[in-house]
């Protein structure tokens, strides 16, 4: 099978703090990984595609310069959530792209960031 | 760009009744629908999926049927068990570019015991 490891799965943080999320594809290497969003009892929202070794590309309304994204190897990307306010509080979810015949992703199990 | 449509947003059955959840898409591009089960708090997680190439696939108690013509696909469940309560979201994307998928708004099921 393909695993996605997210870490952490639940954070709170101080408002102004800064909040590192962890995406890990644990059995297969994922050059592009993907960060969605999804507020309470809503579809995900993409935030943002990560690419391994280059920037990340960031949906329309995504302000980059608040959601750092680093997607170091080729099985790690990261989500930095800078100076986070309470209206940051969400589920942030990632999700791995596993490339083969049939090019298929997987989900991590989601960050639960509170923001007080 | 695509656009899916998910229905109903809820379905209430009785265990050992049927669900079914139906989804339409718009770009005729779409070639890869997936289906994916939420639990609460939990991330998505793949349950069955169907290509393009063909109209309907099975496993066990679930199974996804897809009329290209109309544009939509389908999922059903038979003989619901209360741990098939959670969030289901159906998607659908291209393949051969990135896995980008377009996600329905979800439809929420709940089985009574």
């Known amino acids: 099978g393909a695993v996605v490891s997210q870490h952490p799965s639940w954070v709170i943080c101080k408002s102004g703090t800064s909040v590192k999320i962890e995406c890990r594809s644990l059995?297969?290497?994922?050059?592009?990984m993907f960060w969605y969003r999804q507020f309470p009892k809503q579809s995900l929202m993409l935030m943002a595609t990560?690419?391994?070794?280059?920037?990340?590309?960031?949906e329309q309304g995504v302000e980059k310069d608040k959601f750092l994204i680093n997607h170091a190897s080729l099985t790690l990307s990261t989500l930095t959530v800078t100076s986070a306010h309470p209206e940051d509080s969400s589920f942030y979810i990632c999700?791995?792209?596993?490339?083969?015949?049939?090019?298929?992703?997987?989900f991590g199990q989601g960050t639960r960031l509170t923001v007080v | 760009g695509e656009n899916v449509e998910q229905h109903p947003s809820t379905l209430s059955v009785q265990e050992g009744d049927s669900a079914v959840i139906k989804c339409t898409y718009s770009?005729?591009?779409?070639?890869?629908f997936p289906w994916y089960k939420q639990e609460l708090g939990k991330g998505p997680q793949l349950i069955i999926d169907?290509?393009?190439?063909?109209g309907e696939k099975k496993d066990q108690r679930i199974a996804v049927t897809l009329n290209k013509t109309a544009k939509h696909f389908s999922l059903h469940i038979t003989e619901t068990q209360p741990e098939d309560s959670a969030v289901y979201f159906c998607?659908?994307?291209?393949?051969?570019?990135?896995?980008?998928?377009?996600f329905g708004r979800g439809t929420s099921l709940i089985v009574h015991p």
């Open positions: 169907i290509r393009s190439n063909v």
């Open positions: 999700s791995a792209e596993k490339s083969g015949v049939n090019t298929e992703a997987f």
């Open positions: 998607a659908a994307t291209a393949s051969g570019g990135s896995y980008i998928p377009t």
């Open positions: 059995d297969f290497q994922a050059t592009t």
């Open positions: 990560s690419n391994e070794g280059s920037k990340a590309t960031y």
């Open positions: 770009d005729s591009a779409s070639n890869y």
